[in-house]
């Protein structure tokens, strides 16, 4: 049976998801970083109306919880959170047809851990489609940085000073980014962004954004793997000096990307591998 979650319920789910939430074949995205972050996740889900929560029971005994985000005028729900601490495929089972039986004709989608074979074979019977299969590559800093020999590069921070001259080709380059060149003019102390000139051009970027410690890279814009890598060196030594030095660099890389290869190459590790499922209004 799935029915609301009840407020009593809270610290038992919490205690019973943490585990399994540290577990990649069970992990859902955005990901949990406490017990607490799920509390906080279960009391909004809750209480607005733009959201669920639910239980699964079985024969009385509670064995899931499912929370999901609603934009109703959109016909659009997210699955934010499923997770079963008794048999994952029974309660998915259930949970997936109270969804369907209360939101009709809706776009369903959800982030899942690639390691997460159990619910990704149910969304792929059930309509879902693969919309997003993402590697998360990280190498610690100020680990051993590889050289490479770009004698015939020069490579460049940007600064305030040079900003202007950059701006037109980083949103010509990162139009899909979700900042723009007038947007780094108020957040670049956030951003780290290195360009490689040849013959006074510059011919390439590699932009990144830097919070908690980590540069997460944002777009790399080069014409080949040498490129690439130059880039990638520059932007990994100039985190590490900064005011503020960075601990990590860290970027979610489309896995059919072809810089994935240089990003092994330079002593990137996979910490993780992001799936996003969409089951389209008419499925």
């Keep these: 049976m799935v029915k609301d979650l009840p407020q009593r319920c809270v610290p038992e789910v919490c205690a019973k998801v943490w585990p399994l939430s540290q577990d990649p074949a069970y992990q859902f995205y955005p990901l949990f970083?406490?017990?607490?972050?799920?509390?906080?996740?279960?009391?909004?889900?809750?209480?607005?109306?733009?959201?669920?929560?639910?239980?699964?029971?079985?024969?009385?005994?509670?064995?899931?919880?499912?929370?999901?985000?609603?934009?109703?005028?959109?016909?659009?729900?997210?699955?934010?959170?499923?997770?079963?601490w008794g048999n994952f495929k029974t309660a998915a089972n259930a949970f997936l047809r109270q969804i369907f039986a209360e939101f009709p004709g809706y776009e369903i989608e959800t982030g899942i851990a690639g390691e997460h074979t159990l619910f990704r074979e149910k969304l792929t019977r059930s309509g879902f489609r693969l919309q997003d299969d993402r590697f998360n590559m990280r190498h610690p800093l100020p680990a051993q940085i590889a050289q490479e020999n770009r004698s015939d590069l020069e490579l460049r921070m940007v600064t305030r000073e040079t900003l202007e001259e950059y701006g037109p080709l980083h949103d010509s380059w990162f139009y899909d980014s979700r900042w723009s060149a007038e947007d780094l003019e108020h957040s670049l102390v956030d951003s780290l962004i290195v360009t490689a000139r040849r013959d006074g051009r510059i011919i390439g970027a590699v932009f990144t954004r830097c919070y908690e410690r980590v540069a997460h890279v944002r777009g790399l814009h080069a014409e080949d793997d040498r490129l690439a890598k130059a880039l990638l060196i520059e932007a990994m030594r100039l985190s590490v000096i900064r005011i503020d030095p960075i601990e990590a660099m860290e970027w979610m890389i489309q896995r059919s990307d072809p810089f994935l290869a240089v990003l092994y190459d330079l002593g990137f590790a996979q910490s993780a591998h992001y799936t996003f499922y969409r089951r389209e209004m008419s499925e």
């Design 33 to 84: 970083k406490s017990e607490e972050d799920i509390k906080d996740t279960l009391s909004w889900t809750m209480e607005s109306d733009a959201t669920r929560a639910y239980g699964y029971w079985r024969e009385r005994v509670l064995e899931g919880m499912c929370c999901l985000f609603i934009e109703e005028e959109q016909h659009y729900v997210l699955i934010i959170a499923l997770y079963s």
